[in-house]
């Protein structure tokens, strides 16, 4: 995203630089512990994060996890504080349209990534331990979890200054993301 920022890819280049960081501090502040937002309480990463011992989850597993609480939960969340830090709102200007813009991007990353998964150790690790982990991968899928983020900003953003439904809804979010990362997490031997 940060390079394609400079490149005249996205038509609102500061809302995505912006949105880019804002996202990236929600994971950093998940994995320091400190979860930048103090209204949620991040049980999609605590889930992630109280299992990364366990030896009978394989790696592909947590890379989905992962990318579960990032943007079932964390993706929606930075949408909505990105448009209240520069004054905007998700339905303005050509932020739906820089947002899935970022699809084509990890779309063209996405050979890259299987490949990382796809040879080497963690290949062999992960066809030992689970042979339905490709079934898994499969059903992952990272355009209509990101159209849901969307979604979910968007109503958020509706909602962000009635607080206690604001609040109900950021819980449901990670409530039901915490469900989605549990439920990757399960043992498949």
Aim: a negative charge; proline letters at 3%; charged letters at 20%.
């Amino acid at each position: 995203v940060k390079a394609q920022v400079t490149q005249g890819f996205f038509a609102d280049p500061a809302f995505m630089e912006h949105l880019d960081i804002v996202f990236a501090n929600l994971y950093l502040g998940a994995v320091d512990g400190s979860c930048v937002n103090p209204s949620t309480a991040c049980r999609a990463w605590n889930v992630l994060f109280s299992r990364r011992s366990d030896t009978s989850v394989v790696p592909m597993q947590f890379a989905l996890a992962g990318m579960n609480a990032h943007i079932n939960h964390d993706l929606a969340l930075a949408v909505v504080t990105a448009c209240r830090d520069l004054g905007t709102a998700p339905e303005s200007g050509s932020h739906e349209a820089d947002f899935n813009k970022v699809n084509r991007l990890l779309a063209a990353l996405d050979p890259q990534i299987r490949q990382s998964f796809e040879s080497g150790l963690i290949l062999e690790l992960d066809q030992r331990a689970a042979a339905g982990l490709e079934n898994i991968a499969g059903n992952f899928g990272i355009d209509a979890a990101r159209e849901t983020a969307w979604v979910n900003a968007q109503a958020l953003w509706h909602v962000r200054d009635i607080s206690f439904i604001y609040k109900q809804y950021l819980d449901g979010m990670d409530r039901t993301a915490a469900f989605a990362g549990r439920s990757l997490l399960i043992p498949l031997v």
